[in-house]
């Protein structure tokens, strides 16, 4: 069993939709990264929490430590959004340590 | 930009060789951390170093090995390539173990 699962692992939206990955894990975390990997193979790290919620232009991300459940959220989502997003958590005690990564949402907007 | 640079952006190599990928943290970060994602497995964890030492193993195979140099620039040494190597090795760093990644390219290294 992976320690960390996502769904969906593939969705398609129409642009202005509001979109909702979600990342569960089955370990005690000190923290959760959400990144976005795009089409051209770059990583970019979106956030990093490891309570309540964080919110950074169109995106917002929560996580429920006592559920191990996290959602990243798109507002408004844009052609330029489409990518995969994938969820990774440590497991160590420090927060961006031995990172095990969930399979990755493929999100694709349509114009 | 992320301030992470990774060379080669290519590789491509034949099996049995040894190759070396080379990864320059963002400035003033001491923590560097490599990953492969090939497309059986996925993005997976395999060696951090924090200002020159080993601080963290992953799935890191035995052919393979790192190291941090005192200008903190860190090498991936890859040995006896297989053609289950072939994949993409990505390098981070940080700023501290509670800090977010920050990540290069990555280096896309076909082995044939």
């Known amino acids: 069993k992976n320690e960390v699962e996502q769904s969906p692992q593939n969705l398609t939206a129409q642009e202005g939709e509001f979109i909702t990955i979600n990342c569960s894990y089955s370990v005690g975390i000190s923290a959760l990264h959400w990144l976005q990997q795009h ?31 996290s ?8 052609p330029r959004d ?9 497991l160590s005690n420090f927060g961006n340590e031995k990172l095990t990564f969930g399979t990755g949402t493929r999100l694709t907007i349509i114009p | ?45 395999l060696i951090q170093y924090y200002n020159g ?21 860190s090498e991936l040494n890859l040995s006896s390539l297989e053609l289950g190597d072939s994949a993409l090795y990505f390098c981070a760093s940080s700023g501290g173990f509670q800090s977010p990644l920050h990540f290069g390219n990555g280096t896309r290294l076909t082995v044939t």
């Open chain 2, 53 to 73: 030492e080993e601080r963290a193993k992953g799935n890191i195979l035995e052919r393979f090995s790192a190291q941090q140099f005192p200008d903190l620039h």
């Open chain 1, 82 to 90: 489409s990518a995969v997003y994938i969820c990774a958590v440590p």
């Open chain 1, 39 to 69: 089409p051209g193979g770059g990583i970019v790290s979106l956030f990093m929490l490891s309570s309540g919620k964080k919110k950074h232009g169109r995106l917002i991300a929560t996580i429920n430590i006592q559920e191990k459940h």
């Open chain 1, 71 to 78: 959602s990243l959220h798109i507002t408004a989502s844009h």
């Open chain 2, 1 to 45: 930009d992320s301030g992470v640079t990774q060379t080669p952006k290519h590789l491509i190599t034949a099996t049995g060789q040894r190759v070396t990928l080379r990864c320059s943290p963002r400035s003033g970060d001491l923590s560097v951390y490599w990953y492969q994602q090939s497309l059986d497995q996925g993005l997976q964890f």
